[in-house]
């Protein structure tokens, strides 16, 4: 059974960091990433990757968020870094596979001003 478990949302004040994870169970994705929904917007894209560690970021996060990969537990991070107070958001892990795109729970990211 596929499975997408977030972690590591939390409240932090503006400049601060977080870091999330999302651990993958019962299938390899090559395509893993975050979007995120801030209420009252559509979700939107924060950044992927593939298992051959490309990476796509979205323009309002470059330089300041690191996605990244380990192959081998099945899991990606997102490093937050120099966080905003519209970073704030539900995070969602995103998991690409030939029948269509799996979706975790979301985990909230609150960033205070």
């Known amino acids: 059974q596929v499975q997408l478990v977030e972690s590591g949302g939390g409240l932090v004040q503006a400049g601060g960091s977080l870091r999330l994870s999302c651990a993958a169970s019962?299938?390899?994705?090559?395509?893993m990433g975050w979007y995120r929904q801030a209420p009252g917007n559509q979700r939107e894209l924060v950044a992927t990757?593939?298992?051959?560690?490309?990476?796509n970021y979205a323009d309002s996060v470059k330089g300041r968020f690191t996605i990244s990969r380990d192959n081998a537990k099945n899991t990606i991070y997102l490093q937050m870094n120099s966080l905003k107070p519209e970073d704030t958001a539900v995070y969602y892990c995103?998991?690409?596979?030939?029948?269509?795109?799996?979706w975790g729970q979301g985990t909230q990211v609150t960033v205070s001003s």
């Open positions: 019962g299938s390899i994705f090559r395509t």
């Open positions: 995103i998991a690409d596979e030939s029948v269509g795109r799996r």
């Open positions: 990757i593939t298992t051959d560690l490309l990476t």
